[in-house]
């Protein structure tokens, strides 16, 4: 009895030895992945979030370079602002954190919230902007309230500073925090979460050279986030400066020449491209994008029918009315389907099949040539001879200014018009080109659509005779030493074919619509300098109720394009004023200021103390500004319909 006990009892021995050895073995096994993951696998991880215990980076922005006009006067500069940002590796309660810091400062919970979520991943090493442009009360709140909020810090950041308001908005564009979209897209690897870049304008097209380089500060820091010492530094780098064409002075005349009306203008040299005012308004403020935009001035831009974020000079499309006729005039010289005797009877309306075609004076021009056509308006005019010409050869004429294409001003999202043609209408639409069709495009009306570059580049075209300059908005690049890095060349990229004599011809014409007795743009002249010009008023809609009156956005377009001087042309003018009715009443007199600034700012400044005065005193009393020769228009009814 005793043996068998002794034997089952060592058996037992042995199955307990095996059953604990396979334990010790199953925990040995597992110790030795455990330590394979944490040493081998994930070495660098640990590493890091060890270094980071006791090592923090504080990021330091760097300025945005500046922005100014050709005469050197800054139009955006930099001013400094605040930022609250943490650092999640300190942080032991977020939940907790994020509602200490809701109500200490006021601030949005859920949006800060968000901010930490979207940026954890990419901001492992980089402290995570939860709420910026904070107040100088909010600053003081989080250095008192120190100890309580562990992983908090205050980062200033530069945010940018327009000198002139809303001057050029639209021109000069606005900054706003880096999106994830953009984070995670090409030419965005050097960006992290809470950095500022340009959205539009010159800010967003010229991004890369503006930014600069941003630095930092690697510092060591106790448990309690207590700065020990720098261990190293890089300092930030300035970004360039751009010099723009444009000249404030002209600019600010010509916005406020505008007034509540919604339109766009641009002004350019014809002898080189450069713009010298490019204006679209409504403006807005582009400070308030720098942070959070507050809901109700949002809302209101969304609601305002002028749509005054919308860059109406560069991507806003317009019939140009009999803007256009130049064109048509000079499609007719060149194919020698008129010269400058030829003749028509225009006795208010014309006919084609079962269709009538109306000019705008109902009773007619009577016997109407070129020059007379052009200073008077005279539908019907272009009406016969777009019928001869056919809807190609007013095309081919167009493109020859190239129009209906971008002309590559530097920024984004330039439209590109519309030209039409019969191939064009068989692709777009599968149906033929109608005879009765050709008409209304010879007078800039149908399917024609321009943008207001567009127009000043025709108009400048026509002025220098033939030359197509690209027009552009930046002069020059510099450094922060004001050293030249980029200067932007005279581009010609087309020549219009026409004759010297069918050049010669149009300018005569609109030299008529300026000067002559009952010319349609008598508001456009000026008292020491000769002005060419041409009116324009296109449909909006067919039909109207003239008994009722037309609806704000119903009412047709106001449009004005001119040159000067007359004899030797140095800059072209278009102006859009959208449901402005009349472009002699409406456009016209915009021209006028905007060149009446342009003329005035090359003559030299006055010595007399009383002609210096603060040109910002007199800007509600725009009246007093108007050449006498606009108000005589205003008063006498003079102008006709265009």
Same mark, same amino acid.
């Given at each position: 009895?005793?043996?068998?006990?002794?034997?089952?009892?060592?058996?037992?021995?042995?199955?307990?030895?095996?059953?604990?050895?396979?334990?010790?073995?199953?925990?040995?096994?597992?110790?030795?992945?455990?330590?394979?993951?944490?040493?081998?696998?994930?070495?660098?991880?640990?590493?890091?979030?060890?270094?980071?215990?006791?090592?923090?980076?504080?990021?330091?922005?760097?300025?945005?370079?500046?922005?100014?006009?050709?005469?050197?006067?800054?139009?955006? @500069?930099?001013?400094?602002?605040?930022?609250?940002?943490?650092?999640?590796?300190?942080?032991?309660?977020?939940?907790?954190?994020?509602?200490?810091? !809701?109500? &200490?400062?006021?601030?949005?919970?859920?949006?800060?919230?968000?901010?930490?979520?979207?940026?954890?991943?990419?901001?492992?090493?980089?402290?995570?902007?939860?709420?910026?442009?904070?107040?100088?009360?909010?600053?003081?709140?989080?250095?008192?309230?120190?100890?309580?909020?562990?992983?908090?810090?205050?980062?200033?950041?530069?945010?940018?500073?327009?000198?002139?308001?809303?001057?050029?908005?639209?021109?000069?564009?606005?900054?706003?925090?880096?999106?994830?979209?953009?984070?995670?897209?090409?030419?965005?690897?050097?960006?992290?979460?809470?950095?500022?870049?340009?959205?539009?304008?010159?800010?967003?097209?010229?991004?890369?050279?503006?930014?600069?380089?941003?630095?930092?500060?690697?510092?060591?820091?106790?448990?309690?986030?207590?700065?020990?010492?720098?261990?190293?530094? *890089?300092?930030?780098?300035?970004?360039?400066?751009?010099?723009?064409?444009?000249?404030?002075?002209?600019?600010?005349?010509?916005?406020?020449?505008?007034?509540?009306?919604?339109?766009?203008?641009?002004?350019?040299?014809?002898?080189?491209?450069?713009?010298?005012?490019?204006? @679209?308004?409504?403006?807005?403020?582009?400070?308030?994008?720098?942070?959070?935009?507050?809901?109700?001035?949002?809302?209101?831009?969304?609601?305002?029918?002028?749509?005054? &974020?919308?860059?109406?000079?560069?991507?806003?499309?317009?019939?140009?009315?009999?803007?256009?006729?130049?064109?048509?005039?000079?499609?007719?010289?060149?194919?020698?389907?008129?010269?400058?005797?030829? *003749?028509?009877?225009?006795?208010?309306?014309?006919?084609?099949?079962?269709?009538?075609?109306?000019?705008?004076?109902?009773?007619?021009?009577?016997?109407?040539?070129?020059?007379?056509?052009?200073?008077?308006?005279?539908?019907?005019?272009?009406?016969?001879?777009?019928?001869?010409?056919?809807?190609?050869?007013?095309?081919?004429?167009?493109?020859?200014?190239?129009?209906?294409?971008?002309?590559?001003?530097?920024?984004?999202?330039?439209?590109?018009?519309?030209?039409?043609? *019969?191939?064009?209408?068989?692709?777009?639409?599968?149906?033929?080109?109608?005879?009765?069709?050709?008409?209304?495009?010879?007078?800039?009306?149908?399917?024609?659509?321009?943008?207001?570059?567009?127009?000043?580049?025709?108009? %400048?075209?026509?002025?220098?005779?033939?030359?197509?300059?690209?027009?552009?908005?930046?002069?020059?690049?510099?450094?922060?030493?004001?050293?030249?890095?980029?200067?932007?060349?005279?581009?010609?990229?087309?020549?219009?074919?026409?004759?010297?004599?069918?050049?010669?011809?149009?300018?005569?014409?609109?030299?008529?619509?300026?000067?002559?007795?009952?010319?349609?743009? %008598?508001?456009?002249?000026?008292?020491?300098?000769?002005? %060419?010009?041409?009116?324009?008023?296109?449909?909006?809609?067919?039909?109207?109720?003239?008994?009722?009156?037309?609806?704000?956005?119903?009412?047709?377009?106001?449009?004005?394009?001119?040159?000067?001087?007359?004899?030797?042309?140095?800059? !072209?003018?278009?102006?859009?004023?959208?449901?402005?009715?009349?472009?002699?009443?409406?456009?016209?007199?915009?021209?006028?200021?905007?060149?009446?600034?342009?003329?005035?700012?090359?003559?030299?400044?006055?010595?007399?103390?009383?002609?210096?005065?603060?040109?910002?005193?007199?800007?509600?009393?725009?009246?007093?500004?108007?050449?006498?020769?606009?108000?005589?228009?205003?008063?006498?009814?003079?102008?006709?319909?265009?």
């Amino acid at each position: 009895m005793k043996e068998r006990r002794f034997v089952r009892e060592l058996l037992e021995s042995k199955q307990r030895i095996l059953v604990l050895s396979f334990i010790v073995g199953v925990v040995f096994l597992f110790l030795v992945i455990r330590l394979w993951h944490l040493q081998i696998l994930n070495a660098d991880n640990y590493q890091a979030m060890s270094e980071n215990n006791r090592l923090r980076f504080v990021p330091i922005a760097a300025s945005r370079g500046a922005i100014l006009d050709r005469t050197g006067k800054v139009l955006v @500069s930099n001013r400094p602002s605040f930022s609250l940002a943490v650092v999640p590796q300190e942080v032991t309660d977020k939940e907790a954190l994020l509602t200490l810091l !809701a109500t &200490l400062l006021g601030l949005d919970r859920a949006d800060m919230a968000e901010r930490w979520e979207k940026n954890k991943g990419r901001a492992k090493y980089y402290p995570i902007v939860l709420a910026s442009n904070i107040t100088r009360d909010h600053v003081e709140i989080v250095e008192e309230n120190r100890m309580r909020l562990p992983g908090i810090e205050i980062e200033m950041k530069p945010v940018r500073e327009y000198s002139s308001n809303q001057l050029a908005a639209h021109l000069l564009g606005y900054i706003g925090e880096v999106s994830e979209k953009e984070l995670n897209s090409t030419g965005f690897e050097d960006y992290n979460p809470g950095d500022y870049i340009g959205k539009n304008g010159i800010e967003r097209a010229l991004e890369k050279e503006l930014h600069g380089g941003d630095g930092g500060r690697q510092l060591e820091v106790d448990a309690r986030g207590r700065v020990l010492r720098t261990i190293s530094e *890089s300092y930030p780098t300035v970004g360039n400066s751009v010099v723009l064409t444009i000249d404030a002075a002209v600019q600010k005349q010509a916005e406020r020449a505008f007034g509540e009306q919604a339109g766009a203008a641009v002004i350019m040299d014809v002898t080189n491209g450069e713009i010298l005012a490019f204006v @679209s308004n409504p403006g807005f403020d582009p400070s308030l994008f720098s942070g959070k935009l507050p809901p109700d001035i949002w809302q209101g831009y969304l609601d305002d029918k002028r749509h005054p &974020l919308e860059n109406k000079a560069l991507s806003g499309q317009y019939p140009p009315g009999s803007t256009f006729k130049m064109v048509t005039a000079l499609a007719g010289l060149q194919n020698n389907i008129i010269d400058d005797s030829t *003749s028509i009877n225009c006795s208010g309306s014309y006919d084609l099949g079962t269709s009538t075609f109306k000019c705008w004076n109902k009773k007619g021009h009577s016997s109407t040539n070129l020059r007379k056509s052009l200073r008077e308006s005279c539908d019907v005019y272009y009406y016969q001879l777009g019928e001869k010409l056919g809807v190609d050869k007013i095309a081919a004429a167009a493109q020859a200014f190239r129009l209906g294409q971008p002309l590559g001003v530097e920024l984004l999202n330039e439209r590109s018009g519309l030209i039409p043609t *019969s191939d064009w209408k068989q692709k777009r639409f599968g149906k033929r080109w109608y005879h009765g069709e050709t008409l209304p495009v010879a007078i800039g009306q149908g399917a024609v659509l321009l943008t207001p570059i567009q127009l000043a580049s025709m108009t %400048a075209t026509i002025a220098n005779e033939g030359t197509i300059y690209r027009p552009h908005l930046v002069k020059r690049i510099v450094d922060a030493d004001g050293k030249t890095l980029k200067e932007t060349k005279t581009e010609v990229i087309g020549t219009a074919s026409f004759s010297k004599e069918s050049f010669r011809l149009v300018k005569q014409g609109m030299y008529a619509v300026v000067n002559d007795a009952g010319g349609t743009g %008598a508001a456009a002249r000026q008292y020491d300098v000769k002005v %060419a010009g041409k009116t324009g008023t296109s449909q909006v809609v067919k039909l109207r109720d003239s008994k009722l009156g037309t609806p704000y956005q119903y009412r047709d377009h106001a449009l004005f394009v001119a040159f000067a001087p007359y004899d030797k042309p140095e800059v !072209a003018v278009a102006v859009v004023v959208e449901h402005g009715e009349h472009g002699g009443a409406a456009a016209a007199p915009i021209a006028s200021r905007m060149l009446r600034a342009y003329f005035d700012s090359k003559k030299p400044p006055r010595k007399d103390t009383d002609a210096s005065s603060n040109e910002d005193e007199d800007e509600g009393n725009d009246e007093n500004n108007v050449p006498a020769s606009i108000n005589e228009t205003r008063n006498n009814g003079d102008a006709a319909h265009d």
